[in-house]
């Protein structure tokens, strides 16, 4: 029992350490932004739909970090559209 309370304490320790916290998440169809969690500021959001109106089907996931959000991608987002995304999130959480 003792040993399954430790191995918990360590795991969110680790977590809590890397501070690798999902800032937000967004699910894009048809090049629509269909849901989102998570806390992302309206005007960011908006400032998105531009640059994903190409895509098919995929995720954007924003990473909270020490200097910032890092975007992480899924599905249909080709690579310029993610540089995009990038340079976006770069104007608000620089």
Known sequence: MHIIAIII???????LITGNFDEFL?????????????RIAPKLLND???ALSG???GKVIGN???????LTFRGDIDEFTEQ????IVGLYYG
Do not use: C, D, H, M
Not at 84 to 87: A, D, F, G, V
């Open 55 to 57: 895509v098919r089907s």
């Open 64 to 70: 909270k970090y020490e200097r910032g959000i890092k």
């Open 26 to 38: 967004i699910t894009i169809e048809n090049g629509e932004i269909i849901k989102q969690k998570g």
């Open 9 to 15: 304490v360590v795991a969110l320790a680790l977590y």
């Open 84 to 87: 995009r995304l990038r340079n």
């Open 48 to 50: 998105f739909k531009p």
